[in-house]
């Protein structure tokens, strides 16, 4: 059975860094997509960043210039780089592995960003 397993969340001070990991778990074969998404209360969930097998990376503007996605196929791994944390970056952020017709979730991680 296949898991995703985030870690990194946290509370963090506007302005501040966290940097977020999503670790497969189980036999998932060849991952094509990789994704981050996320939840902020009484919002719809949020395409965050997606990175192919080519290491080609897509961010939603609210966090352009500011997440970095990155990926380790032979570890099966995905980080989430984010800086210059924002309040409104503040939701449950949801790793999203792609692999051929299977489409896995993480359970999900808190980042709260506050003073």
């Known amino acids: 059975q296949v898991q995703l397993v985030e870690s990194g969340g946290g509370l963090v001070q506007p302005g501040g860094s966290l940097r977020l990991s999503c670790a497969a778990s189980?036999?998932?074969?060849?991952?094509?997509?990789m994704s981050w998404y996320r939840q902020a209360p009484g919002k719809q969930r949020e395409l965050v960043a997606s990175?192919?097998?080519?290491?080609?990376?897509n961010y939603s503007d609210a966090v352009k210039g500011r997440f970095t996605i990155s990926r380790n196929d032979a570890e099966k791994t995905m980080t989430l780089l984010m800086n210059t944390l924002k309040p409104e970056d503040t939701a449950v952020y949801y790793c999203?592995?792609?692999?051929?017709?299977?489409?896995?979730w993480g359970q999900g991680t808190q980042v709260t960003v506050s003073s």
């Open positions: 999203n592995f792609l692999a051929g017709p299977f489409n896995y």
């Open positions: 189980g036999s998932i074969g060849s991952v094509y997509f």
């Open positions: 990175i192919t097998p080519d290491k080609m990376t």
